[in-house]
């Protein structure tokens, strides 16, 4: 009798640790952290570009993108085309098109020809 509590016990403290290992181990739910358009550089056409984009994710993913006019005109066809963005208006999309070329331009510090894979052989 006193065997059988004791197995009983160990399983049950057995089973507890388990289940404490367990619940530290599910995912954790995102979040999103607030942003606002004032942590941006400011400039014409600011807050329209922010509050665009952040209809669908956050605007740091924007922010670190650096393209030229041509590419951030390529990303918004796309958009609009592949994943639903609603087509802005040509004055509200002269806006943001203006804001990004001038805020997040290519970086002077890029590689010649672009971003370079840091893994290949070269």
């Not at 619940?23 to 014409?44: V, Y």
């Not at 984009?53 to 390529?74: D, P, Y």
């Amino acid at each position: 009798m006193v065997l059988r509590s004791l197995v009983t016990l160990i399983l049950v403290a057995i089973l507890s640790a388990a289940g404490i290992v367990f619940a530290d181990a599910q995912p954790k739910t995102f979040t999103p952290r607030d942003e606002s358009p004032e942590e941006f550089p400011a400039g014409p056409g600011r807050d329209d570009t922010f509050y665009t984009c952040t209809a669908c994710h956050n605007f740091k993913l924007v922010a670190q993108q650096g393209m030229s006019r041509r590419q951030w005109e390529e990303t918004l066809a796309m958009m609009t085309e592949k994943h639903g963005m609603p087509a802005l208006d040509p004055k509200d999309r002269e806006a943001v098109l203006g804001y990004l070329e001038k805020a997040f331009a290519p970086s002077a510090r890029a590689a010649p020809g672009g971003w370079q894979n840091p893994f290949l052989n070269r």
